[in-house]
């Protein structure tokens, strides 16, 4: 716990950091946000420039032309750019390790202070100073630079996002408010946003000074889908504590405050974005606090939402440096070193790089989602935020079935609507992309933005969480171990799960799928428990379908009102009248089914040799009679003689008839 970490912690560092040589008097360390490097420059770089990243490792020599102040490759590592005075970069070629001839780009505006620079593509540069902007592409065949477009912004600082090619600049400050001005860039071309005021804390008193926001106050990144910038508020009093406001990006291109989270601290903090969701580090307390800010807000007023913690702030798990050791070595694996989290030699850079200079690291800040579920209480927070995390699905699963088990059924309803708005919106986009044209089911109804990532079907739910609890049921209740005050699911409490399950799948206007159906029938009838099954059956909980009837049939051994069941379900389906005379005729009911056919108009289609069949093997040679009879004169009617035709295969039938009554009667003559 604290400085140590915490195993239980929803936060972990790579386990493979990306090792570099640590600051020292010879060695100046500088990290190049876009290609995501660490480089080590020894000597002024006549000692060697050491390049380390995620799947890259090179070295490379420069000449010692003064100290360096920042120095970064284009994204495409062709070119190096490094700034060595207050008013020029120098453009150096690169390839494969060897630096070539370069130019040196002063700032246009001679009076100007160059406050960085930045690649926001493999062409194009720009330099910020403290008057402006200026845009310029950087040729890579022969090394040249030409002047695309400046902007005139007193500026004192400014933030870089390559993730979102958003450029901030600070223009303007005032006690109470800080001033911004946006620019987003595209290959060759850029674009100056509206400006914004952000928030800051005003002063504490009649005397005291106001806050300054500052550059390591501000961050940038995607925030389901938005450019937000992120900027923390600190407490011009002790007794205030600080916040994070969050400002995103509406149609309009302009940045409007949209959230403001609640941290309920104060001191010093750093953020990362990750995967959505808001990660704000406290060093005081060595915790990190973790926010969704489409989860569990409290309306602000004006448009913005305040956002709390979802799980209680925790430490970054515990993390131990291997070290080789120089010397030979008994134990069977090299000795480690554990690491001092929150140490103020730590750097935080977007999204989710960590920094410690003093030991030489760059780690990968990740999410363990396990860790977050067990964390976090309100188990519809936490649907509701997995459902937007990649590769979440078998979790949110492993959630629900947990939540059942533990009897916290108040919530389960809720928990099905979430998961199902977001089902119900993949398969609108399926719809969509086969259709080409929008479904009729609102986007509002299924949860407003399609921001949720995780899809949980009908399949998926039944074999992970409904299927293995209803044989648990059906095993405990086998066994007779469940008792009074035992917490064991039974039965008829997992049947109540599906119900509520179809009753959320319904509310979206998704078809259930038939397992889910027969999973209900055949539990409550291998428990016996017929009324249970009756009352769903007769309020039509459990929706009507062929399947369902023909299911219903099938346990007729066991369960003998399914037959009625069944029938009156296929009569109200209004589809089914081939499947009732079936039936019927199964039962040997000959007289009720060909009165059912001639009611729904099908007396002149259906098979005779079904109906003689099931005549002559009902035993009666009075239903037998009729029946041929019936069909006598339907022949004579449709074909103008009683005699069957030979495709009908009716020989046995004639010959039972006149075995039973004599030679065959003329209806030529009759009434037809």
């Known amino acids: 716990m604290g400085a140590m970490g915490d195993a239980r912690g929803y936060l972990e560092l790579s386990p493979d950091p990306v090792r570099f040589e640590p600051v020292s008097k010879v060695t100046n360390v500088f990290f190049d946000d876009t290609s995501k490097e660490v480089l ?23 000449e010692d032309r003064g100290p360096i102040s920042s120095l970064k490759f284009s994204p495409d590592h062709t070119v190096l750019a490094v700034q060595r005075s207050k008013n020029a970069v120098e453009l150096l070629s690169y390839n494969n390790g060897e630096v070539g001839a370069g130019l040196t780009q002063e700032c246009r505006a001679k009076s100007a202070t160059l406050l960085g620079f930045i690649w926001t593509n493999n062409d194009d540069l720009a330099l910020v100073t403290d008057h402006g902007v200026e845009f310029y592409q950087v040729s890579r065949e022969r090394l040249g630079v030409r002047h695309l477009r400046s902007y005139s912004v007193p500026c004192t600082w400014f933030v870089w996002s390559p993730e979102c090619l958003l450029l901030l600049l600070c223009c303007g400050t005032s006690p109470s408010s800080t001033t911004l001005q946006p620019f987003s860039f595209k290959p060759g071309q850029s674009t100056k946003l509206a400006k914004f005021e952000v928030e800051v804390s005003g002063p504490g008193g009649p005397n005291a000074p106001g806050i300054t926001l500052g550059e390591r106050d501000v961050c940038v990144g995607w925030v389901y889908s938005l450019p937000s910038v992120c900027v923390l508020r600190h407490p011009a009093s002790p007794s205030v504590t600080a916040a994070l406001d969050v400002y995103t990006q509406n149609k309009d291109s302009q940045f409007k405050k949209a959230y403001t989270c609640r941290l309920e601290l104060t001191g010093r903090f750093a953020v990362n974005i990750i995967d959505s969701l808001i990660i704000v580090h406290h060093q005081a307390s060595k915790t990190s606090l973790l926010f969704d800010v489409l989860v569990g807000g409290g309306d602000g007023g004006g448009g913005m939402t305040w956002v709390f913690p979802l799980p209680p702030p925790r430490s970054v798990q515990p993390f131990s440096l291997v070290e080789a050791s120089a010397l030979p070595c008994q134990a069977a694996s090299p000795p480690s070193l554990p690491c001092e989290l929150y140490a103020p030699t730590w750097v935080v850079f977007q999204p989710d790089i960590v920094i410690d200079a003093r030991l030489g690291c760059m780690w990968h800040l990740q999410l363990r989602l396990d860790c977050l579920a067990e964390a ?23 959630v629900v079935r947990k939540v059942v ?52 079907e009908q399949a998926d739910m039944y074999s992970a969480v409904l299927a293995p609890l209803m044989e648990e049921a059906e095993k405990v209740e086998k066994e007779g171990k469940a008792g009074v005050g035992d917490k064991k699911l039974s039965v008829r409490a997992v049947v109540g799960v599906v119900v509520e399950y179809t009753r959320s799948l319904g ?94 108009g099908l007396a002149e289609s259906v098979s005779a040799r079904k109906f003689l069949e099931a005549a002559m093997g009902s035993g009666s040679d009075q239903v037998f009679y009729s029946t041929f009879t019936f069909f006598s004169l339907r022949n004579t009617r449709l074909r103008g003689n009683p005699a069957f035709a030979k495709g009908e295969h009716c020989e046995v039938f004639v010959e039972h008839y006149k075995k039973l009554f004599g030679e065959l009667p003329d209806y030529s003559n009759q009434q037809l």
Do not use: W
Not at 380 to 396: E, F, G, Y
Not at 535 to 558: E, N
Not at 564 to 581: F, G, K, V, W, Y
């Open 405 to 456: 088990e533990s009897g916290q059924l108040a919530c389960l309803g809720q928990i099905f609507d979430k998961i199902n708005a977001a089902y119900r919106q993949h398969l609108n986009t399926i719809l969509q992309s086969q259709m080409g044209e929008s479904v009729s089911f609102s986007a509002a109804a299924s949860g407003g933005v399609e921001r949720r990532v995780v899809v949980v």
């Open 507 to 600: 509310a979206v206007g998704v078809t259930v799928q038939h397992f889910l159906y027969e999973l209900v029938i055949n539990a409550l009838v291998r428990a016996r428990h017929f009324y249970q099954l009756h009352q769903l059956l007769q309020y039509h909980v459990l929706a009507d379908s062929k399947p369902l009837a023909c299911l219903l049939l099938s346990l007729v051994g066991v369960y003998s009102a399914g037959q009625q069941l069944s029938l009156d379900m296929l009569c109200r389906l209004n589809t089914a009248h081939d499947e009732i005379i079936e039936v019927l005729l199964s039962q040997r009911q000959v007289t009720p089914a060909l009165r059912y056919a001639r009611s729904v």
């Open 376 to 398: 976090v209480q309100d188990k519809t927070q936490l649907v509701d935020c997995l459902l937007r995390r990649k590769q979440a699905k078998s979790l949110v699963l492993l």
């Open 40 to 62: 080590s420059v020894r000597g002024g770089g006549t000692l060697g420039v050491v390049v380390r990243g995620q799947g890259r490792d090179h070295t490379f020599r420069m």
